[in-house]
């Protein structure tokens, strides 16, 4: 079973690379850009008995960090 | 406009980082994953009147390196 697993820094946790990335936008000439932000997509493959509750415990173990990230499992 | 870029390794491109989380899954105890892959998520908030060409042109010339790395655009 295919498994993403999206991490974002939670709202209002600085992002520098995301203010890089829009100030290099601006230099390229792209304007109507007012914000940037950048997380993981985490892409695992794993055994189709996996239980929901080893995900969670992956995600909050080792994947994300809850004190400054959000994460969401989405099975596909 | 929320847009997100998924941002992700091309099939056979060594992925140092995800073969270091494969590992360490493993040595927490998660057995049954065969495969991890890390990519990055970018979201933009981008002007509404924003062109798919002007979204195409970010990606191939900033956001991701087309030489190793596959994108693919989401308007949420």
Chains 1, 2 share one sequence.
């Not at 995301?18 to 390229?28: D, T, V, W």
């Amino acid at each position: 079973m295919k498994v993403l697993v999206h991490v974002s820094l939670k709202p209002g946790v600085l992002d520098p690379q995301g203010r890089a990335i829009h100030h290099s936008l601006e230099g390229l000439g792209f304007g109507g850009v007012s914000d940037v932000r950048v997380g993981r997509e985490i892409a695992l493959e794993v055994a189709d008995d996996t239980s929901d509750e080893a995900l969670e415990d992956m995600c909050r173990r080792l994947l994300a960090n809850t004190v400054i990230e959000n994460y969401r499992i989405e099975k596909l």
